[in-house]
């Protein structure tokens, strides 16, 4: 019989975050989802307890940041998606553009030696391939997205994915 344990146990869950999940490269949207310069779109990552913002800055860089205020850790973000030039934060009304850069604090003379360059929104490396947005949730990944999809990634890199619709 097959065991049940790894299905179940709370251990097996952990090592399994942290050996794979924590590690490799994982699809969060497809190009698609945020076609447009200022367009957003928040992803709740369960199996990484975090919740991603992910922009197609005004720039036209694609980025993908924790969705969460540098102040006091609250979410930016509510909506599932949306179009905006800049992510604001209900608690305090820090504003971050779509660089993560921080760009008004309401009373920043209120705060002592406010450093807005370190008070950035903490950004996940992010790669694009044939309209997939896949991030990488280590800051320095042992290998790129293309080195990581491997034979796979050359077998469909002609694929015409853009021609199929989510159903």
């Given at each position: 019989p097959v065991p049940v344990e790894p299905y179940i146990s709370e251990d097996y869950f952990e090592k399994e975050r942290e050996a794979i999940f924590k590690k490799n490269w994982l699809n969060v949207c497809r190009l698609d989802d945020i076609p447009n310069p200022g367009d957003y779109v928040v992803k709740e990552i369960a199996v990484l307890r975090t919740s991603l913002l992910i922009v197609h800055g005004q720039d036209g860089a694609i980025r993908v940041f924790h969705n969460v205020c540098q102040h006091r850790g609250?979410?930016?973000?509510?909506?599932?998606?949306?179009?905006?030039?800049?992510?604001?934060?209900?608690?305090?009304?820090?504003?971050?553009?779509?660089?993560g850069k921080l760009v008004n604090v309401p009373d920043a003379e209120e705060f002592y030696d406010l450093d807005r360059d370190s008070l950035r929104l903490k950004q996940l490396r992010c790669e694009v391939w044939n309209g997939f947005v896949f991030f990488h949730p280590q800051a320095e990944p042992d290998q790129g997205l293309v080195e990581y999809l491997g034979e796979l990634g050359e077998l469909l890199k002609d694929y015409p994915f853009e021609q199929m619709r989510r159903v």
């Open positions: 609250n979410h930016l973000m509510s909506d599932s998606k949306g179009c905006s030039k800049f992510f604001s934060c209900g608690f305090h009304g820090w504003v971050y553009d779509s660089q």
